[in-house]
Every structure is written in C-alpha cells, then in structure tokens.
T-cell receptor, first 115, second 111 residues
C-alpha cells in the first residue's frame, strides 16, 4: 500500500521555466513532509520540508505547498536550472519522529531541465 | 568532516546466503537508519539505531537485523537471502531527530 504517491514518473521543463512536482499521501497521521533530491550514484539529499501546520514553505528557488484537506503537496522550482535535473522524492514522517526520521518515500519523479 | 560512507559498493550473493553491509556515520552523528530501495521504487525504512539500541522498525522480517557500534557506525545483516532482497541499501545518519544524511548505498544482487 503506497502511502506516498508520485504519479508522474518523469517531467521535462525548459530552463528558466517553472517545474511543478506533485505528491499525494493517504496517511493522515503524517505530520511532516519532505522533498529529497537524488543524483545518480549518490544518496538522497534533503531539499526542503514543511510541517503539517503550515501550507507553504519557501527556500530560495524552491517552494513547497501543502493542502491537507486534499492530502496533496507540490514542489515548485523557479526558475528551473539544468543542475536541477535529478530524481525528486516526496516523503513523509510520522508524529514524534522529529520530522526527519522513519520516513516514508514516494517512488520519485525524474526531472529533466532542458537548456 | 567526512560524510556517510558505505561498503561495499556492490556485491553479488546467492539465494540462501547471508550478507553484512556496513555504514560509517557522519562525524558527530549518533543515529543511523537503514533503507531498502528496490528498482523503480522509493527507499523503504528498515530500522533505526540510536546509541546502539534499535529505535523503530519498518515492515521487514526478522531476518533483517542490525547493529550499531560505540563509534556509531552500523551494520545491516540479512540472513537467508531471497531474490527480492536485490536492491540498493541506503544508510542515513543524523544527530538524533535532526536532518538525515544519506550515504551512496550498497547495490546488492541476489541470484
């Protein structure tokens, strides 16, 4: 049972445009949501997170939006750069885990930013 | 400051055998988590160790076991290997509940 779902396996975007990566979850107990970025032959790297008490968190070119009623979150990258090309994992963590631990991952979306 | 390292990088085992994977935590970290990433899937949480004690386990059978040493390095042991155990095994270290830092993983192939 996939508790964190990323329904788009891949996404191609022109350099300079906005990339929007989507994620849905089914477990309403999740209270912290994270996005990780993964390059080939490397482990996932934490990118940005959002607590369930917020609906938006911004860090430079990266913004995560959370819609709790729809159990949906999205990652916006503006402007997209070729170096952003990677696999992006949406993830969620349970209560009392500090937000970063015992994380449930989606299957990932491969983003390609075309120069 | 060295990051999280894992060894070996790749290995091939036969069904029924046992395997040990190793992870060195990032300096100053006292918590290690292990994840299994099957092909085309996201990483799945196996278990976590904090100060040498298991501190949470995902939906994996008992033949998956682990250890954490006083220097906070860790081992993942898998007994009675099955073909479905073929995956990338990721180790992540953190300072207790803070951000996790992942190693590059060990690619295990079971034939």
């Amino acid at each position: 049972d996939q508790q964190v779902k990323q329904n788009s396996p891949s996404l191609s975007v022109q350099e300079g445009r906005i990339s929007i990566l989507n994620c849905d979850y089914t477990n309403s107990m999740f209270d912290y949501f994270l996005w990780y970025k993964k390059y080939p032959a490397e482990g996932p790297t934490f990118l940005i997170s959002i607590s369930s008490i917020k609906d938006k968190n911004e860090d430079g070119r990266f913004t995560v939006f959370l819609n709790k009623s729809a159990k949906h979150l999205s990652l916006h990258i503006v402007p997209s750069q070729p170096g952003d090309s990677a696999v992006y994992f949406c993830a969620a963590s349970p209560p009392n885990s500090g937000g970063y631990q015992k994380v449930t991952f989606g299957i990932g979306t491969k983003l390609q930013v075309i120069p | 400051e060295t990051g999280v390292t894992q060894s070996p990088t790749h290995l091939i085992k036969t069904r029924g055998q046992q395997v040990t994977l190793r992870c060195s935590s990032q300096s100053g970290h006292n918590t290690v988590s292990w994840y299994q990433q099957a092909l085309g899937q996201g990483p799945q949480f196996i278990f976590q160790y904090y100060r040498e004690e298991e501190n949470g386990r995902g939906n994996f059978p008992p033949r998956f076991s682990g250890l954490q040493f006083p220097n906070y390095s860790s081992e993942l042991n898998v007994n009675a290997l099955e073909l479905d155990d073929s995956a990338l095994y990721l180790c992540a270290s953190s300072l207790w509940l803070n951000e996790q830092y992942f190693g590059p993983g060990t690619r295990l192939t079971v034939t």
